[in-house]
């Protein structure tokens, strides 16, 4: 029964994905001859045509994806492998917190090896395709390496404390699970751009020039005490560009890519400075912190409910009442449910990126540079302007570059 439920549960989620992805398809394809009026204004024709290449290449490669992921899933889950790994790894220590670790350790590495030579197609021939690669095969293992690493590093303490926490606490073990969880993330907000971070890319402070000067006047204005502003050498990997801002309270930092600073003029990183202060200043960062520690709490209320049940680990074929085997099974198999509630989460994104916009017009006092450089980033990431709308409401954190310009114009 829980088998057949399973497997409906990734059927339907297959199926719900290859449909988006032929709606969003037929959608691009509709417009590929004449782009929308609106979509006009933002890319020229040279630009759109090869943005209309880009999306459908990236469908495609989607699309096959998808099919991998969901007939791999199914295989891992339905084949008996993992119990096999389980006993195997179980009779190292049997039933101890960090046998049980290191299983997960294991199974989560052997996982990530099938898809392996998908994500260097993607590199190296679609993205490479149109111009975005700058890696290297040697960074790319490099890369890898070092994940693989931290994994391990980070990942075995965590798991190791957990289970023994369960042995140590009883019955509640769930509560107290998340109160661990929850506070490692904090810890790690604080320390992935201190120390993680820096182990992938070079961050360097702003030099002292103009620009340093204006954006921290901008950040003075806006009541953000910035004590630096920091340039990360995304080019190093990719030509997409960005910014972003991590930390809080007292950590927190804005870094920009370097690709970002020489795509944009002086006024147009002002605005995209003044968005990512917009969600400082706008409470979203907490916000979004709060919700995701009440998803969490439900998330370990539902593994504890799995992992007392006498149906659940044994239907995959694992012995009961042992803790490790239900994690991984939770982790593999939850964003099954998860996925369709993804379009909600997404909706509320979208209403603090409408409110970090207008946030930013303000400050600036007036629409233009921040729709300059929305539309700047949008040409040269050659981003899908033409959706489907459903496609978008599902998956989209932010609102297309159409519905963000018209926000700020109308605001
Ligand atoms: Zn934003």
Redesign the pocket.
């Known amino acids: 029964m829980v088998i057949i439920f399973a497997a409906i549960l990734i059927a339907m989620r297959l199926a719900a994905e290859l449909w988006l992805n032929a709606l969003n398809r037929r959608e691009v394809l509709r417009h590929a001859l004449a782009a929308p009026p609106p979509v006009a204004a933002i890319m020229d024709a040279t630009t759109y045509e090869k943005a209309v290449a880009y999306t459908l290449s990236k469908n495609r490669f989607a699309r096959w994806m998808l099919v991998f992921d969901a007939g791999l899933l199914a295989l891992v889950v339905f084949s008996g492998a993992l119990p096999w790994l389980f006993s195997r790894v179980d009779a190292w220590a049997p039933g101890h917190a960090w046998s049980g670790a290191v299983f997960i350790l294991i199974a989560g590495a052997l996982l990530g090896l099938p898809g392996l030579p998908f994500e260097w197609w993607e590199q190296f021939r679609l993205e490479e395709k149109f111009g975005f690669n700058k890696s290297t095969l040697r960074l790319w293992l490099t890369d890898k390496l070092k994940g693989l690493a931290l994994a391990g590093v980070i990942g075995f303490p965590l798991l190791w404390a957990l289970f023994a926490l369960v042995r140590a606490v009883g019955g509640t073990w769930w509560l107290w699970g998340w109160v661990l969880m929850f506070a490692f993330q904090m810890l790690m907000l604080v320390l992935y751009p201190k120390l993680i971070l820096p182990l992938f890319n070079k961050l360097t402070p702003l030099p002292e020039d103009e620009l340093r000067a204006r954006l921290l006047a901008l950040a003075d204005r806006t009541k953000f005490h910035a004590q630096t502003i920091q340039v990360i050498d995304g080019s190093k990997r990719s030509g997409h560009s960005n910014a972003f801002f991590t930390g809080f309270g007292r950590f927190r930092r804005i870094v920009l890519f370097d690709t970002l600073i020489a795509q944009l003029t002086p006024e147009e990183l002002e605005a995209v400075l003044a968005?990512?202060i917009?969600?400082y200043r706008l409470g979203h960062i907490p916000r979004m912190l709060a919700v995701s520690a009440a998803l969490q709490l439900g998330g370990f209320a539902a593994l504890a409910w799995l992992a007392h049940s006498t149906w659940f680990a044994p239907a995959f074929g694992f012995p009961p009442g042992v803790l490790a085997p239900v994690f991984l099974l939770f982790g593999l198999l939850g964003g099954l449910v998860t996925f369709w509630f993804s379009p909600i989460g997404n909706s509320f994104s979208r209403r603090?990126?409408y409110q970090?916009?207008a946030f930013a017009r303000d400050a600036l006092g007036a629409p233009a540079p921040m729709v300059g450089a929305l539309r700047k980033l949008a040409q040269k990431n050659l981003s899908n302007l033409t959706p489907h709308p459903l496609f978008s409401g599902f998956y989209y954190s932010?609102p297309t570059l159409v519905e963000r310009e018209q926000a700020l114009i109308k605001g």
Do not use: F, I, N, T
Request: charged share 35%.
């Open positions: 968005h990512e917009g969600h603090h990126e970090a916009d932010h």
